[in-house]
Nanobody, 123 residues
């Protein structure tokens, strides 16, 4: 499956952004999806994930209550809604697809990756 992430941009602290990850080549109903991010000078880290059916979601502790993840199978698209953004949320955000594991926080369990979209939160 090919993934295309979009929706990043510049936002003030406290603001919101919605990232999209559009899939092509295969239907997302065959995959569990995840979002990761990488800040400058830091390793890529897990943000959120959603199961194949969309009924289970998983979040890193620092994102709970601020971020939501959803999937629209009709549009073959996964969304990451980010609210109450903080400067420390500044990073490149990547979506990823896994054929085997739902909710994984480990990069190696994901088979396909999008190109990333930049999110910058100003203070």
């Amino acid at each position: 499956v090919q993934l295309q992430a979009s929706g990043g941009g510049l936002v003030q602290a406290g603001g919101s952004l919605r990232l999209s990850c559009a899939a092509s080549g295969r239907t997302l109903s065959s995959y569990a999806m995840g979002w990761f991010r990488q800040a400058p000078g830091k390793e890529r880290e897990f943000v959120a994930a959603i199961s194949w059916s969309g009924d289970r979601t998983y979040f890193a502790d620092s994102m709970k209550g601020r971020f939501t993840i959803s999937i629209d199978n009709a549009k073959n698209t996964v969304y990451l809604q980010m609210n109450s953004l903080k400067p420390e949320d500044t990073a490149i955000y990547y979506c990823a697809a896994s054929r085997t594991v739902a909710g994984s926080r480990t990069e190696r369990n994901y088979d396909s990756w999008g190109q990333g979209t930049q999110v910058t939160v100003s203070s």
